[in-house]
Every structure is written in structure tokens, then in C-alpha cells.
T-cell receptor, first 116, second 115 residues
Framework: AQSVTQLDSQVPVFEEAPVELRCNYSSSVSVYLFWYVQYPNQGLQLLLK??????LVKGINGFEAEFNKSQTSFHLRKPSVHISDTAEYFCAVTDGYTGGSYIPTFGRGTSLIVHP | DSGVTQTPKHLITATGQRVTLRCSPRSGDLSVYWYQQSLDQGLQFLIQYYNGEERAKGNILERFSAQQFPDLHSELNLSSLELGDSALYFC??????????????FGPGTRLTVT
């Protein structure tokens, strides 16, 4: 069964500093991995996804993530954050083909708080 | 704007009552997913419909049910409501044409408060 662990519930950082949000997954088969962002009072929006190919994935808003199969990780990074990046970030994994669809399992989320 | 609409935005009701949440998917998307987001449980998958038929079931209580209509909009029915049902309910849609997994587009959510 698939599962996702986001190791930090909250990450405070100063504006223009780099940030890494950690995500580890557990699955016995090939996986597909996603990062979503949720701004206050909004739904989730896809930041980036890993389906296959290059392990370094670039997404929107300057974010990128690296798929590391040996460490079962998919950490999200940004070299320089802005105040507007303050939001909740969710890592998701899907592997099993359940009844014809891939249903993602979401982590508990990491609250990124960017201070001026 | 994801293209997924949900109504109502907020809902306040009493224990024991029944409510219906509505979702309209993005144009062209055949799959609709329902999720419950709460502080203690995180984001939990409830149920998925594909082109009018139930396709996958998650942690959905027996008091909850859903359906997808011919025009592809979906409704989530919650009955015999309890205080613990207070949460944000999200609908998402996707094209869902097999491999690779499609991106899910989320609506803005319905915040349900049970008093």
C-alpha cells in the first residue's frame, strides 16, 4: 500500500532564502509523484509531477523536485522564496491502478511561512 | 481558476441533518473525485466517479453517498451529520484516460460546519 510522509509540518523561512520541503513515500511498485500547493481559502493546484524520465522535475513558480528512488524521496526545492509562496504544500503518490484509475494518497501537508 | 466549480461555498447545519454538495467538473473531464480535508485526518479520498459510474471508493462513511449525472456534474450527499463531519470538502476532476495518471484539478471547496 502506498503512503506519504511529509517530515515537517511547518517550515519558516526568510524571504529570498532557499527552501526544501521534504517528502518520503512508501510503495512496493513504480510510483508517480506530485506536489500540490494550497493557498489560503483555495483548492489545491498542481506544482509539478514525476511520471517517468528525468529525476529532476521543474514546476511552476520556480519550484523543482528530485525523485530519488533509492531513498524513496521526492523533496521540493526553491532557490529563493517570496512572500507570495506562503501556503500549504502537499506531496502525493500514486501507484496502484484501482478499478481503472490512479488514486493519489496525500501527505499531511507542510505549511511554508515566508517572513519578510 | 481551475475550471472546477463547487457550491455552496459555506454550509452551516445542525447534527442529524442532511446536506448536498455540488460539483461541476472542467469541460471535457470525465472523472470526478471527492475529498474531505480536516485538521486531524488531512486530505482523505472519499469516492471517484467516471462518466457516470462509480470507479473507486476510499474512506467514505455509509452515511455519505455520491452520484454523477449525465451532464457529468456530481453531488455528494451527507446524512445524519455529526460534529466530526465538519470539514472542507473538495471536488476534483481529471481527464483520466489511463496511463500516465492525469493531473487532478481541484475546486475551491465547500466548508461544512455542523453545530
Amino acid at each position: 500500500a502506498q503512503s506519504v510522509t511529509q517530515l515537517d509540518s511547518q517550515v519558516p523561512v526568510f524571504e529570498e532564502a532557499p527552501v526544501e520541503l521534504r517528502c518520503n513515500y512508501s510503495s512496493s511498485v513504480s510510483v508517480y509523484l506530485f506536489w500540490y500547493v494550497q493557498y489560503p481559502n483555495q483548492g489545491l493546484q498542481l506544482l509539478l509531477k514525476y511520471l517517468s524520465g528525468s529525476t529532476l522535475v521543474k514546476g511552476i513558480n520556480g519550484f523543482e523536485a528530485e525523485f530519488n528512488k533509492s531513498q524513496t524521496s521526492f523533496h521540493l526545492r526553491k532557490p529563493s522564496v517570496h512572500i507570495s509562496d506562503t501556503a500549504e504544500y502537499f506531496c502525493a503518490v500514486t501507484d496502484g491502478y484501482t478499478g481503472g484509475s490512479y488514486i493519489p494518497t496525500f501527505g499531511r501537508g507542510t505549511s511554508l511561512i515566508v517572513h519578510p | 481558476d481551475s475550471g472546477v466549480t463547487q457550491t455552496p461555498k459555506h454550509l452551516i447545519t445542525a447534527t442529524g441533518q442532511r446536506v448536498t454538495l455540488r460539483c461541476s467538473p472542467r469541460s471535457g473531464d470525465l472523472s470526478v473525485y471527492w475529498y474531505q480535508q480536516s485538521l486531524d485526518q488531512g486530505l482523505q479520498f472519499l469516492i471517484q466517479y467516471y462518466n457516470g459510474e462509480e470507479r473507486a471508493k476510499g474512506n467514505i462513511l455509509e452515511r455519505f453517498s455520491a452520484q454523477q449525472f449525465p451532464d457529468l456534474h456530481s453531488e455528494l450527499n451527507l446524512s445524519s451529520l455529526e460534529l466530526g463531519d465538519s470539514a472542507l470538502y473538495f471536488c476534483a476532476s481529471s481527464v483520466d484516460q489511463g496511463l500516465p495518471p492525469s493531473e487532478q484539478y481541484f475546486g475551491p471547496g465547500t466548508r461544512l460546519t455542523v453545530t
